[in-house]
């Protein structure tokens, strides 16, 4: 028998009824009930107690591997695995990873134990303050959330990229992009595609970012206490389209799309990593081939109604027409207009006659196409390398400092001076010029 035994409340309790037992203090029946076994079950142990004594109440499996344990160094490979391939990364990520990439599985809590051992994973603890649950909307494409994640996306670069990131309120559902930075061009684009592919939806949550929301507009609600007219190009582009613009005043209030941002930064930056990926144009691809399918696959939720949210396009709104940026430009007399620094000579198109100091519309595309839009024609142009000059007969002459001055002592005489002060035309000489030429008429 061994020195010393170590045994649990729950066997301590039975070594004490089976001693109550043997006396005769308690019958089988009472002692089988207070250990929650049955009484068949309770002889068994009695067995072990009388042959073993104390050591037959100890359960026989203690110190000892499991039965469904991984086979001996399977739990060594993966480990080094992870530290080679997918440092950095989770363990419910490197699980998948694992199974995808190399066909090993391995449950994701098991992976976590087994790094948490060797000191390759520490889980981070996040305080997170107390706020008040707001529920989602109820259809899917009632409400979506905007907003762009600056972050250093490509591997092996100090520069910052950014993520254009658009999530259903409703069901979590996302689409992204990446661009240079949070641009015009980037958020018109990423609106665009949702609406090619589910339709136009009823109302968009942004930031107060002027991309989005004009300065002026905020600036005068609040010295008015009313939102004034004033529209940036996205504003515009929604108006046009009837989606309701909501504004939030903090990163909380939309903060769906905000979480969405770290599982973007987790996944996605390591999924670069592990394509080897250097240019936007390539993440752009990896997006769109599979990527957010798979994100959507794992984190969409249904939404608590099924009836579409989303508006259908008309048949007269054309997307190349509204994605776009919008000027006014005035005709000039020779019928051209000017847009940066390139000239467009307007032609004849209809009941349509460009007649000088008329204003048109200026539209330029997300594929850079100038579109000249007079009311609701659109007009026929051609672009011209300079500006037609003007006729020789009509241009001004230009005069040198000699004949600007021979045409001031010709001509003096008609000044105000000359005609009521006739004493201010006399010479430095002495003699009057009056005098010598005659009266002028």
């Not at 706020?131 to 600056?150: A, P, V």
């Not at 776009?324 to 032609?347: A, S, V």
């Amino acid at each position: 028998m061994r020195d010393r035994i170590i045994m649990t409340k729950k066997e301590l309790q039975r070594k004490a009824i089976l001693d109550l037992i043997s006396r005769k203090d308690m019958t089988k029946i009472e002692g089988a009930e207070l250990l929650g076994v049955t009484p068949r079950h309770l002889r068994r142990i009695e067995q072990r107690y009388r042959a073993e004594d104390v050591e037959g109440l100890i359960h026989k499996s203690r110190g000892k591997s499991s039965n469904r344990s991984y086979k001996k160094g399977y739990k060594d490979q993966i480990v080094s695995l992870y530290l080679d391939k997918y440092e950095g990364f989770g363990p419910t990520l490197a699980a998948e990873k694992l199974e995808e990439e190399d066909g090993i599985k391995v449950n994701s809590e098991t992976l976590r134990l087994w790094l948490r051992g060797c000191g390759a994973w520490q889980e981070k603890r996040v305080r997170r303050k107390h706020c008040k649950r707001r529920q989602r909307r109820s259809r899917f494409g009632e409400m979506l959330q905007l907003d762009g994640s600056i972050h250093h996306w490509l591997p092996d670069s100090q520069k910052h990229t950014c993520l254009m990131n658009l999530v259903d309120d409703a069901t979590g559902k996302t689409l992204s992009l990446m661009d240079e930075g949070e641009t015009t061009f980037a958020a018109l684009s990423l609106l665009k595609t949702w609406i090619e592919l589910h339709g136009i939806p009823r109302s968009i949550y942004v930031d107060l970012k002027s991309l989005y929301v004009s300065p002026k507009s905020l600036k005068e609600q609040e010295d008015t206490g009313v939102e004034g007219g004033w529209l940036t190009h996205f504003s515009r582009v929604c108006k046009e389209l009837g989606i309701r613009i909501i504004k939030a005043y903090s990163p909380q209030a939309k903060g769906r799309v905000e979480r969405n941002h770290a599982v973007y930064q987790d996944r996605f930056v390591k999924e670069l990593k592990l394509r080897g990926v250097k240019s936007l144009a390539q993440a752009n691809e990896i997006l769109m081939n599979g990527f957010i399918d798979k994100l959507n696959k794992k984190f969409m939720k249904e939404p608590s109604c099924l009836e579409d949210g989303h508006v259908a396009l008309r048949s007269d709104q054309v997307l190349e027409e509204i994605f776009c940026w919008e000027y006014d430009r005035q005709i000039y007399n020779d019928g051209t207009i000017r847009f940066e620094n390139k000239y467009y000579q307007l032609e004849k198109s209809g009941d349509f006659t460009p007649y000088p100091k008329v204003k048109i519309k200026v539209k330029r595309t997300l594929e850079g196409k100038i579109l000249l839009f007079y009311k609701d024609s659109k007009l026929i142009y051609r672009e011209i390398e300079e500006r037609p000059s003007m006729n020789d007969e009509k241009r001004r002459k230009v005069y040198t400092s000699c004949d600007r001055s021979q045409l001031s002592r010709a001509n003096r005489n008609k000044t105000p001076w000359g005609q009521f002060n006739s004493g201010w035309l006399k010479n430095t000489r002495g003699y009057n010029i009056v005098e010598q030429r005659g009266q002028w008429k």
